[in-house]
């Protein structure tokens, strides 16, 4: 049987089982995908080679690790920085990156989208950063702290802190990219009275925590198109799948997407 997992600190609200699954169980294949809380990112690649496993998908905050212990990146992870998808091939592990092309696939509906506000610094503010800068979006991002900026000082794009940023600009699109909302439903990503002026002047938002954090609320309080990150969990799923089960089954895209929506509705 092949064995799957996802790592992460926190991980049990981690729906990527239900659809990984869902798709094993529907075409019968003979492979399982569980959750691992991995407390210690620097003994992710022990964990993986002692449960045995064939690919695992990595979350919060174990991507940036996560990218550092593969054999070989390839894709769009390289420039990332980030890996959130490790494969396995032969005695190797591959990883790549299927958090950004699953973000855009859940947009893509949103029009005109040109400058775009990223609330939070981690692997998964990379990936989008580096989405957006290909798709020629202006990007600005504010995060909590200094130290994790540091990690886009390479992009040429303005980096703000909490003690530095000023809401003072129109954004298309505002994404909070941050773990804030994550375990406490009522925590804001940045302080109340600035995310109101953010939103004064703002379009759309998206929360890549899959479901209708303050953050979202607030948002739709002001009118803004909201959007949570389910489908950004399906689409990269999908990506995801697509990999892990590429040398046992040939199952298309758009079956996937559809098994792994309907898993995902379900619960
Ligand atoms: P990281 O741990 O790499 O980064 C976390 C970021 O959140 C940091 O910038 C950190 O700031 C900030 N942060 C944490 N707590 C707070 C807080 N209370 N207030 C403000 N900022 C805070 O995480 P990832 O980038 O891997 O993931 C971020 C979020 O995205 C997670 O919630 C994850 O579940 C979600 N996600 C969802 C996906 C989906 O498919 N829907 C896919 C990928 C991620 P600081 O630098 O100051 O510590």
Redesign the pocket.
Known sequence: MKLFTIFGDPVSHSKSPIIHNSIFLKYNLNARFNRTLLIDGYKLKEKYHELNLSGASV???H??IAFKICDEVRGSAKEIG?V?CLVSEGDKIIGYNT?ID??LDSIEDFKNIKKVLI????????ALTVGFLNKNYEVEIV???R??LNNFKNFNIKLYDWSDFQPNNYYDLVVN??????QNND????NREILIKIFNNAKYAVD???KKTAFLKLAEEMGLEIRD??M??VY??VRANLLFINDIQKISRDEILIEMTRAYNLK
């Open positions: 979350t919060v905050p991507k940036e980030a959130n958090d699953g973000f609330i939070g610094a981690g692997g998964t503010a990379r995060n909590r702290s130290e994790r990219v941050s773990s804030a909302g994550l925590d804001l990503p940045i890549v925590i899959y990150g389910s950004m969990l990269q799923g």
